[in-house]
């Protein structure tokens, strides 16, 4: 029997080409039938640009956290069904790596299954798969000795506003990619793999700026309009693997070369924060809102002049100031990738957005990253009135798969 469309091993990455063609032989008919052309062809952004970008799924780190921020992304924590344990656990791990490493390929999954199809005509747009534990992962499969010291819960925070059941989870999963059908692909095969071994526990979806929407690179902006992410760490910094990653004797040792993620919803109160004049708005964050340059001058790169006094006699940086108090230098060092999606999640009959930041960052150990700049914050931002931390969730993501091999694999069979 001839296989069809969906059965076939083909490639979407391949499909790509016919599609591109297909979209320009569709242009030249409306042209000849009469209808004027959308633009001149020389300025026609190649179909393929953002779709042939592909992350790479079986390296030393997992994929999608040094990846540029994606387009779309969803979020997604399981419980391991009742009855699940160690060896249910292995075979799903082993599953997902499996998949990941198919649809990051640009490949249907699963391999030998049936495709849903979603992602046919795309490449694989720059799609990760991230996998990482929780806490509660550990005493359910019989691991509690291998559980981290750096996944004890969190603080509490006097500000917290969380969802129990939007927070936690045994596993947890990020998905990001460049085109929202490639992402919502991907969610789908991870939520069948999950089989009768694992029940989704919450969802999340988020979005980022597109990839070529701005006339240059630039770093992104949230739902506030403010440029964020200025002061990430970047790969290329010195202490950049010590401030993220777990070192390669740390302990317990599968989680060498892995990192820990810290996530938190934290819904925008949008309407009050609109109704701030925006040198309020700036005062609140300490950085201009158009080009993120601290308030003491230059541009989004300049360093700040913290001790400068304006002709007011108050500090320009204000001592509250987002900005300001997030430092490292006023932290003890305390530094995180951060590495967020935004959100929206509709509109209440008030008229009210549910809206905000699908915040995540990255680091080695957070109790040298995450709590101490959040307990800091908690005891005086200028955002906090602005903002409220809803859901929360800590994973330990391990390193990388190597080929053949599945994400955990050490811990599971270690
Ligand atoms: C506990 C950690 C942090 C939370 C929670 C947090 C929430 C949050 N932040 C913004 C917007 C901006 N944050 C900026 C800088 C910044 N924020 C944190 C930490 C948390 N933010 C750090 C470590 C830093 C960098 C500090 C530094 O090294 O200078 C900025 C400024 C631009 C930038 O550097 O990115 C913005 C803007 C929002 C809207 C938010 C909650 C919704
Ligand atoms: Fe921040």
Redesign the pocket.
């Known amino acids: 029997m001839a296989d069809t469309p969906l059965q076939r091993p083909v490639t979407r990455r391949r499909l790509l080409g016919t599609a591109g063609a297909t979209g320009l032989a569709l242009g030249v008919t409306g042209a000849a039938a009469g209808y004027t052309a959308a633009a001149p062809s020389e300025t026609v952004t190649p179909l393929a640009e953002v779709g042939s970008r592909r992350e790479m799924f079986h390296v030393k780190h997992q994929p999608g956290i040094t990846t540029p921020l994606h387009a779309r992304g969803h979020l997604i924590a399981f419980d391991l069904a009742p009855g699940a344990g160690r060896k249910e656990a292995a075979a799903l791990l082993r599953r997902w790596s499996q998949t990941a490493a198919r649809l990051m390929a640009g490949e249907p999954a699963p391999a030998g299954g049936h495709d849903t199809g979603i992602a046919l005509d795309a490449g694989p747009s720059a799609l990760t798969v991230t996998f990482g534990f929780g806490h509660s992962f550990f005493a359910r499969t019989g691991l509690e000795k291998q559980r981290p010291a750096a996944l004890d819960p969190l603080p509490e925070f006097s500000s917290d506003r969380l969802d129990a059941r939007r927070s936690n989870g045994d596993l947890w999963v990020q998905i990001g990619a460049d085109d929202a059908l490639v992402a919502f692909h991907a969610l789908r095969a991870v939520q069948k793999d999950a089989g009768q071994a694992a029940r989704v526990r919450w969802q999340m979806d988020g979005f980022n700026r597109s990839p070529g929407a701005t006339e240059k690179p630039m770093?992104t902006r949230?739902l506030?309009g403010?440029?964020?992410?200025?002061?990430?760490p970047a790969p290329s910094d010195e202490d950049f693997a010590t401030r993220v990653r777990v070192p390669a004797d740390g302990d317990p040792a599968w989680m060498a070369g892995g990192s820990y993620v810290?996530f938190?919803r934290?819904r925008?109160l949008l309407d009050d924060w609109e109704k701030l004049s925006v040198t309020g708005q700036e005062a609140v964050?300490?950085?201009r809102k158009a080009d993120?340059a601290p308030l003491t001058g230059g541009t989004e790169t300049t360093e700040?002049d913290l001790e400068r006094v304006g002709k007011d006699g108050e500090l320009v940086i204000p001592l509250n100031a987002?900005?300001r108090i997030?430092?490292?230098d006023q932290n003890g060092g305390?530094?995180?990738l951060?590495r967020p999606f935004s959100y929206h999640d509709g509109i209440d009959d008030e008229g009210v957005p549910d809206a905000?930041?699908l915040?995540l960052?990255w680091q080695a150990d957070p109790l040298r990253g995450?709590v101490p700049?959040?307990r800091k914050?908690d005891r005086g931002d200028a955002?906090s009135a602005f903002?409220r931390?809803e859901a929360s969730g800590l994973y330990a993501v391990p390193g990388g798969a190597p080929k053949g091999g599945y994400v955990g694999q050490e811990l599971l069979e270690g």
């Open positions: 770093t949230n506030m403010q440029i964020d992410g200025t002061n990430n810290v938190r934290i925008m964050m300490g950085r993120g700040p987002h900005a997030t430092r490292p305390a530094a995180m951060r905000g930041l915040f960052c995450f700049v959040q914050l955002l903002i931390h």
